[in-house]
């Protein structure tokens, strides 16, 4: 078994056990936060999920005494899996209102959700790649114990990629040291990853 699969396993079975007392989560406005720090940093802890607020790069041996932020991809990932429930809503109305408010706010988000939800079952990390001009970047252990070797960018299958997207994201993934991903979804749902990498003639 290697490094990804032990990591993998360790994370399936933390996720399984928050079945049993799942973590509570509110919709202030738009945003899934979960307003108790102590069991939002229980759920960092176990796999990088959310993120305490106004922290940008949160250390995990200190505790944070803030509310912790959900990305709608997170907060529908946890729901699905039952490690997650909302205050006052139920777990199918939540799902279908996350659904909604993420679809108006993320570009093609049914496709990118596919390609997180892919990512986080194969064992990785995933945390958001803005920063870095993608849409997810990719961990193996988690930011703050090792750099995201790949950075991902989503295309859906009515997307078409340019020469000039190519280079673009190329040189920014090469610049920081990381693979360029494209992750592209079929109409099926079946997702073919591309991995490119540069390389001196």
Do not use: C
């Not at 979960?34 to 607020?53: C, H, Q, S």
């Not at 909302?86 to 596919?114: G, M, P, Q, T, V």
């Amino acid at each position: 078994m290697n490094t990804l699969e032990k990591l993998k396993k360790e994370r399936e079975e933390k996720l399984e056990k928050l079945r049993e007392n799942p973590i509570e989560a509110m919709l202030v406005g738009e945003v899934p936060l979960i307003t108790d720090y102590k069991r939002g940093k229980e759920l960092y802890l176990i796999a990088f999920f959310g993120n305490p607020m106004g922290v940008r790069k949160p250390k995990l041996d200190i505790e944070y005494r803030v509310p912790y932020i959900l990305s709608y991809y997170e907060a529908l990932y946890l729901l699905e899996k039952g490690a997650l429930t909302f205050k006052n809503i139920d777990r199918n109305k939540a799902i279908e209102k996350l659904w909604e408010i993420a679809k108006s706010k993320i570009e093609d988000f049914e496709y990118k959700y596919i390609v997180y939800k892919d990512l986080r079952e194969r064992g990785y990390v995933v945390r958001p790649g803005m920063k870095f001009g993608s849409d997810f970047a990719v961990y193996i252990y988690g930011p703050g114990i090792d750099h995201a070797p790949f950075l991902v960018t989503v295309f859906s299958k009515n997307q078409r990629l340019t020469g000039i997207d190519l280079i673009r994201a190329g040189r920014l993934a090469n610049s920081v040291r990381k693979q360029w991903v494209i992750a592209s979804v079929e109409g099926d749902g079946l997702i073919r990853y591309y991995v490119f990498s540069w390389f001196k003639l």
